[in-house]
């Protein structure tokens, strides 16, 4: 017979409860964050049709669960679907399996396509697309969000929702300003101007550090395989970047935020 010391034991359940103190917090911290965003930007509204681009990442999985979980509050009255949309040509998968359990446990119909693109060979209408068109993280994000914007069209869906947090929003706004010379970003809230469709981003208050913790505490499948692209980018050095400049300024993160509010670069109609 083995007998536990009492302060081994007590040791145990203090460590216990401290792990279910800190994952409430994350989680309400994630919900009131949410909902902040949602109210701050006005980003749903009654009797919005709402389509979730559903990579399979940790981003897209929480986006969902947020509005699925949101959307069974009375108000506001809103309806979700999401997409996952697979590229022949591209080597990463996610399991779909789990994706319709995931969707099927929420109550959220899953839509799954497949597409694919040809470097070189997009039709290409601006000098910039010119300058983009053998990229094939472009392409692919191109194609993506074509498969987006007909189904959600099929469907009757006025909104699309993205699972961009709020370090791609500024790590995007670094990009620009380092790359492009000019400052902006992806827009919390991004209304289309050629076609009836409105882009949301109900993560953009949302640090990736929380989404990252709520994702291992929840149990989060991971992708089967990564995208072979994703770290050959300047987006990576500029995540290097953003890193030591918290380091230098740990109100860095919110000085580039409210420079953007300031700018009024985090709504576009």
């Excluded at 009654?46 to 929480?62: C, N, P």
């Excluded at 969707?103 to 060979?121: M, N, Q, S, Y």
């Excluded at 909104?159 to 670094?174: M, P, R």
């Amino acid at each position: 017979m083995v007998v536990v010391q009492p302060s081994t034991w007590i040791s145990t359940y203090v460590e216990k409860r401290s792990q279910e103190i800190e994952s409430h917090r994350l989680e309400k911290r994630l919900k009131e964050r949410f909902v902040r965003a949602t109210a701050t930007y006005h980003l749903i509204e009654d009797d919005d049709r709402i389509l979730v681009g559903l990579s399979g990442g940790k981003d897209s999985l929480l986006l969902l669960e947020l509005l699925a979980k949101r959307a069974k509050i009375e108000h506001p009255r809103f309806s979700v679907e999401a997409l996952h949309v697979r590229m022949e040509n591209i080597h990463y998968e996610t399991d779909t399996s789990y994706l319709h359990a995931f969707c099927d446990a929420l109550g959220v119909p899953l839509h799954v396509k497949t597409t694919r693109f040809e470097i070189g060979t997009e039709t290409v209408k601006t000098s910039r697309d010119i300058r983009r068109q053998k990229q094939p993280c472009f392409l692919c994000s191109w194609m993506r969000r074509k498969e987006m914007f007909n189904l959600a069209q099929e469907l009757g869906c006025n909104k699309i929702a993205l699972g961009h947090h709020q370090d791609d929003i500024l790590h995007t706004a670094l990009m620009n300003l380092a790359f492009q010379g000019r400052f902006d970003s992806m827009p919390a809230r991004l209304k289309m101007r050629k076609m009836p469709l409105t882009i949301i981003r109900p993560l953009c208050m949302i640090e990736e550090q929380d989404i990252k913790a709520y994702a291992e505490s929840q149990g989060y499948k991971k992708q089967q395989k990564r995208c072979p692209y994703e770290s050959d980018s300047h987006r990576t050095d500029i995540k290097h970047l953003y890193d030591e400049m918290e380091l230098m300024n740990p109100e860095a993160r919110f000085s580039i935020w409210r420079a953007l509010n300031a700018a009024n670069k985090l709504i576009e109609e």
